[in-house]
RNA sequence: UCCGGUGUAGCUCAAUCGGCAGAGCAUGCGGCUGUUAACCGCAGGGUUGUAGGUUCGAGUCCUACCACCGGAGCCA
């Protein structure tokens, strides 16, 4: 049995056998103790021999066993059952060097052990709790109708324009076909031209959008920026929804009742794990997700952030004033001081957001949404998408992109071309939020950074 | 990429003004009547991130590089 349902049905004067691994080892001459985890849930599993029974066999922290015995009440207050040990077997033995010890370690040198931290406690809860909400991201699409979309992972469309692209070829880089003139032969390769890596699946939700209605997408995204912050990776996982005969506030009502599911998710199934971050990670995390799993989110525009930023211009690093985007010090100060939770900002000056989003009847300022949150800061970026032909044309143009790029982009405003809005909502982010863990780096299995790719 | 900080035993950290490199945990051995990061005793364990330099003498001061951390930019 798991260790998870052993304790969830407390079988009291039960047989059972467990498998896992061993955490620490207490012994006396009389009484030995061994704590067994097999990874099903935070708690351990004590176990209770004679330590005549144990004579000779390495069982130190690490080891891999099997026993069986009587699950009988603790005399103890620190765990209601234990299992007085009857037989137990080593499945594979830990050499002594075994790196993780049952005191704390930092995460930084967790992180160099990535092979192992899923064995700690910390990293434990943090990949049940990303399989919970990984899960609750399917169950919420799937509740309400939306199409699960695979969207390709290689591009050839140079249109995504989201930052710096990993490109994709089975050249030989020390010696790639050349043309005439000495440059590489991109037609040559592979593709038939130069290849990337996505990022982002938006432009091909659109075109499902369009087509069979609401659908999202989930999977892998990748940015090569020299990026080296506790919120950014080189590969990352996004969800982006992507809504047909809708604007840019039903886009607002998706995100925040995805948002909301997913918390509740977390409260309802990970509430043990919770509870260890809640007391070693971020204190008050618990209160602070059941207050946001009902509260609705604060919408405000960016003119009126701009004008709630200028009231305490003093505090700033950089002086906020229309035009410019939002410091790092600015959305942290709306969403951790002056609301204390979830911000929409809402309606960018156009010139610094992207083509294709819907431009407002001002002609200034664009439907673009960005959702920010306390510690994490943005979580999620949407719009509502252009739908006017001529005026996605005007704005491609304007801002010096080359039109025959965007054809099949166009092609949607053509025919039948339909209100629409979506947005990207960073997975790892969405972790680091609900679990309070403080670099992007320790909520996903095996990160990719600038310089590292290990495991 | 920019600014700031850190780098000492397997891990977490001390080392005063430039003057004998230490502790706890882990590991090994022994002890201990039910432990809870168990406890008690003993033992092994070091190219002080790397390469130079100053000095009678450098973990400590100087230069360059590397790695990591925090902040910024890019964004999700």
Redesign the pocket.
Known sequence: MRIKDILRTERLGEHVTVKGWVR?R??????T?V?LNDGSCMSNL?L?FD?GLLEGL?I??GTAVEASGLLVE??????PV?L?GETLSIIGETA????L??????L??L?DIAHLRPRANTFGAVFRIRNILAQAVHRFFHERGFLYLNAPIITTSDCEG??EMFHVTNFNLDDPPRDPKGAVAWDRDFFGKPAALTV?GQLEAEIFATSLGNCYTFGP?F?A??????????E?W?IEPEIAFADLSDDMDLAEEFIRALIRATLDEGMEDLEFFDQRIQKGLIDMLKRLADASFTRITYTDAIAELEKAGDRFE?KPYWGA?L???H??YLTEEVYDGPVFVTDYPKDIKAFYMRVNDDDKTVAAM?CLIPRV?????GSQREERYDVLLKRIQDLGLVEADYWWYLDLRRYGSIPHAGF???F??MVQFVTGM????DVIPFPR????AAF
């Open positions: 620490t207490r012994n006396s001459a009389q009484v103790f704590e004590q209770v330590s390495n130190g922290t603790s005399p103890a207050p620190k765990q234990e007085r002594s060097d075994y790196p010890q049952k005191k704390r370690h930092s930084e040198f992180r989201a930052g982002s995204t940015r920026e020299n990026s080296n912050t506790s919120r950014h990776l080189a990352f996004m950089f985007d410091q790092s010090e959305e942290r960005d800061g943005e979580i999620i970026g990207g909502l960073g790892e982010r403080a670099n992007i780096r950074t600038p310089g590292n």
